[in-house]
């Protein structure tokens, strides 16, 4: 009985050294390594860390990344939701370590602690790109570049409308919807705004809070906001237009007009904003662009080819009023 357990056991164990030294992936010319599938599929895989679902520009800029195999049969995609949490990002990252993916691309959620699981992918030779958000780190060696819009400038443009629109002595007061705290979305376009604003004087920022980029958020926060100071705000400056969107309806039930007592400013572009500028509802957008797909898809080329690719690579950007919306929404792709 005990003679025929050991074999049963000896049996087992060859078979399992035997299924690991097949499955064993190898490192690659360009010195990425490969899955044993996409190895035999000749396949070059990236795999996507992506922050969640939380908007409409979010589903664009998700549905633009997994066209990547259509736009070119050479690669796969493993794409990650993050649900909005950094822990489930790193999780999704260790995961495509142990896969061995040839590359992965990080939206991040927040801007701080990735220095080590990017410790890790380097020390896997697994290069990697950042999209959409940026990331703070200790050794810029953790990442290849960094791809997306420049949030910075985005808030300078949304302030910069304002002014046109009311000039540097107006008074105004702002009520602020801020995006996910520490996120470069809400960090720079914060910056950018309140920089553009300096030489305003009148212009006071009287609420700010964030949304966390949701519609139901920014619903529930902009409630708050009227309920204390509803006859005081004269501006919404909300970081996303989904904070907005929930922000009209917020308005709306309050028994204010959006878009005429209320003047409403955000960024993203998405098509919600624009049928709700043709409405009257909502007053000038900011366009972040979310269809990175074809990008990434380029730098990926390149970085697996073993080309320099430019450290910073910006998304083309406009702006809209809207006096052009019902111009350009029929050319809206998001
Ligand atoms: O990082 C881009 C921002 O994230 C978008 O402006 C916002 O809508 C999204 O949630």
């Known amino acids: 009985m005990k003679l025929k357990k050991m074999i049963a056991l000896m049996a087992s164990t060859v078979i399992c050294i035997g299924m690991l030294a097949g499955c064993g992936g190898s490192a690659g010319g360009n010195g990425s390594?490969?899955?044993?599938?996409?190895?035999?599929?000749?396949?070059?895989?990236?795999?996507?860390?992506?922050?969640?679902?939380e908007s409409g520009w979010r589903t664009a800029e998700t549905d633009s990344i997994k066209s990547i195999p259509t736009l070119d049969s050479n690669f796969d995609l493993k794409f990650s939701d993050g649900q909005q949490k950094q822990e489930n990002q790193i999780k999704a990252i260790r995961s495509f370590i142990a896969q061995k993916v040839d590359l992965i691309a990080l939206d991040p959620v927040v801007e701080t602690g990735w220095d080590t699981v990017l410790k890790e992918a380097k020390d896997?030779?697994?290069?990697?790109?950042?999209?959409?958000?940026?990331?703070?780190?200790?050794?810029?060696?953790?990442?290849?570049?960094?791809?997306?819009?420049?949030?910075?400038?985005?808030?300078?443009?949304?302030?910069?409308?304002?002014?046109?629109?009311?000039?540097k002595d107006a008074k105004l007061n702002i009520a602020e919807l801020q995006g996910t705290v520490g996120s470069t979305a809400m960090v720079g376009r914060q910056q950018g705004f309140n920089d553009a604003i300096k030489d305003c004087p009148n212009?006071?920022?009287?609420?700010?809070?964030?949304?966390?980029?949701?519609?139901?958020?920014?619903?529930?926060?902009?409630?708050?906001f009227l309920k204390s100071d509803g006859d005081k705000i004269n501006v919404l400056w909300s970081h996303n237009d989904d904070m907005a969107m929930g922000a009209i309806q917020a308005i709306e039930e309050y028994g204010k007009k959006p878009g005429k007592d209320i003047f409403i400013l955000s960024v993203d572009g998405i098509k919600d904003i624009f049928q709700a500028m043709v409405d009257g509802k909502a007053n000038a957008t900011v366009e972040c662009n979310p269809l990175l797909g074809p990008q990434l898809l380029e730098v990926a080329k390149n970085i697996l080819d073993g080309k320099e690719v430019e450290r910073t690579?910006?998304?083309?950007?406009?702006?809209?009023?809207?006096?052009?919306?019902?111009?350009?929404?029929?050319?809206?792709?998001?």
């Not at 996409?38 to 679902?53: L, N, P, R, Y």
């Not at 212009?203 to 708050?224: H, L, N, P, W």
């Not at 690579?313 to 998001?334: C, V």
Request: hydrophobic fraction near 40%; charged fraction near 30%; aromatic fraction near 8%.
């Open 313 to 334: 690579i910006n998304s083309k950007e406009s702006q809209f009023l809207q006096k052009d919306a019902a111009a350009e929404l029929p050319n809206r792709k998001y």
């Open 33 to 53: 390594a490969q899955t044993s599938n996409e190895k035999s599929s000749g396949k070059k895989v990236i795999g996507f860390a992506q922050v969640g679902a």
């Open 203 to 224: 212009y006071k920022i009287i609420k700010s809070q964030t949304g966390d980029f949701t519609r139901a958020k920014g619903k529930e926060v902009m409630e708050a």
């Open 124 to 167: 896997a030779k697994i290069p990697v790109v950042i999209v959409d958000r940026k990331v703070t780190v200790s050794d810029d060696s953790l990442y290849k570049c960094f791809l997306g819009s420049d949030m910075v400038a985005e808030g300078k443009k949304a302030a910069q409308i304002l002014i046109d629109q009311f000039g």
